[in-house]
């Protein structure tokens, strides 16, 4: 079961935090987004961790799937960067893959809102259906 803490979720990589319940949370965070805004744009960021720039890329494809347009970083960066990065290019939310300061077994998931803070949780619930469509990601770096 995939439970957000504080300010996101958080698991043991290859045991609860896999490419499947990752995908399944982008999917929930493309649900609630498409249900707020159609032509949404979002940032996703990621740390150095184990295998946290292929997580972060299985985001961007379901959001691009979804029609939402990815800022997808082109290296590690800290969650600081990709909050500014939603105040600064005005878009509507941002991922963030890491598990802060988690032992490094294991990985998170941090949406971040528009306001770039901690997203809704009561809207990221797994498990809605599926919207189908077409978007883009494009890689950024922070400067």
Not at 57 to 82: F, H, Y
Not at 96 to 116: L, Q, R, V
Request: aromatic share 12%; glycine share 10%; net charge positive.
């Amino acid at each position: 079961m995939i439970k957000f803490g504080t300010d996101g979720w958080r698991a043991v990589i290859a045991d609860e935090f896999t490419f499947e319940n990752v995908s399944k949370l982008a999917q929930a965070v493309a649900d609630y987004i498409k249900g707020v805004k159609t032509d949404a744009n979002i940032v996703i960021g990621y740390d150095t961790r184990f295998l946290s720039d292929k997580f972060a890329e299985r985001c961007a494809e379901v959001m691009a799937a979804n029609g939402i347009n990815v800022l997808l970083s082109d290296k590690p960066c800290s969650t600081p960067i990709v909050s500014f990065t939603i105040k600064m290019r005005k878009l509507f939310g941002g991922i963030m893959i890491t598990a802060s300061h988690n032992p490094p077994n294991f990985n998170g998931f941090k949406y971040k809102a528009e306001y770039a803070g901690p997203g809704h949780r009561p809207a990221l619930q797994p498990g809605r259906p599926a919207f189908f469509g077409r978007g883009h990601f494009q890689a950024f770096h922070e400067q």
